[in-house]
């Protein structure tokens, strides 16, 4: 099988992306969430450091995300019905999410306390 040229790997790319954003609620309130840095980035005037440091634990959340949506979904394609261990693979990549959203909390609050209470 060829490989799609690279204009049409971009565009599934980002067909995922939106797919995501229509059909799946957590996706959609992170990404809320992101707008909101990117809004409070500027009108804060973040450094360059510290708009990276925002940058990379939204984005992190976001790609967790992702990755927790495609774990699910394989796992209801394997196994529709209720299984203890589809169940556990579940809750593993949920895991994941929740961590890189409390690290993302963390870094949000010691990069914005700089700017909100100085």
Request: with cysteine; aromatic share 14%.
């Amino acid at each position: 099988m060829r490989k799609p040229p690279i204009h049409k790997s971009f565009f599934n790319a980002f067909r995922g992306v939106f797919m995501m954003m229509k059909s799946e609620r957590n996706f959609q309130l992170e990404l809320l969430a992101f707008f909101i840095n990117l809004f409070l980035i500027f009108y804060l005037k973040l450094s360059s450091i510290d708009t990276i440091l925002i940058l990379i634990v939204s984005f992190g959340v976001l790609s967790a995300e992702i990755f927790n949506t495609a774990i699910e979904k394989i796992c209801d394609i394997i196994e529709p019905e209720f299984d203890k261990r589809i169940g556990f693979i579940k809750d593993i990549a949920a895991g994941a999410v929740i961590l890189m959203a409390v690290l993302s909390v963390i870094v949000g609050i010691l990069v914005y306390k700089k700017y909100l209470f100085n």
